[in-house]
């Protein structure tokens, strides 16, 4: 017998006695049917679990007999993976929108200091710097806005 880690989800835990009055316990699961376990410590791990997912390791015999030989412990694993995938769609479109000010403003930025060229004098600069920055500012907070909002 070969053994193999798998996860199961715990339905049941029952104490049987088999036919030559040894102790043993039926552990149902949803994945793999019924499964055998003689190792009470094992058992009272799992019976912690009793509907939640757990990783065991388990061997198969010729005669399709399953027995859980060690207890790994409860996968939260899928829970965070589910937490990631509803918080990722928000993220995304979060972070879309902050590119796409950045994107705008750098363009507007650009295009006055393509302006700046073409004046010579300093106090014509700084007017020109001022004018800049608020027209940044300004772009900044229309790109921000909806479509709607920056038409209005």
Known sequence: MENKETIVTLKNIEEKISKSGRHFFSVETEEQGKLTAFD??????LKKFIGKQVRIEMAEN???????RKFLGEVVEDKVRADYEASKGQDYEAARKLKDQSIYTSYAKDV???SLGHIQEKANSEVLMTEAIALIKQAKD???QSEEEFLE
Request: proline fraction near 5%; charge should be neutral; avoid cysteine.
């Open 40 to 45: 009470k410590p094992i058992v009272d791990n």
């Open 142 to 144: 229309a790109f921000g």
């Open 62 to 68: 010729e005669q399709g007999f399953k027995n859980v």
């Open 112 to 114: 006055f200091i393509a």
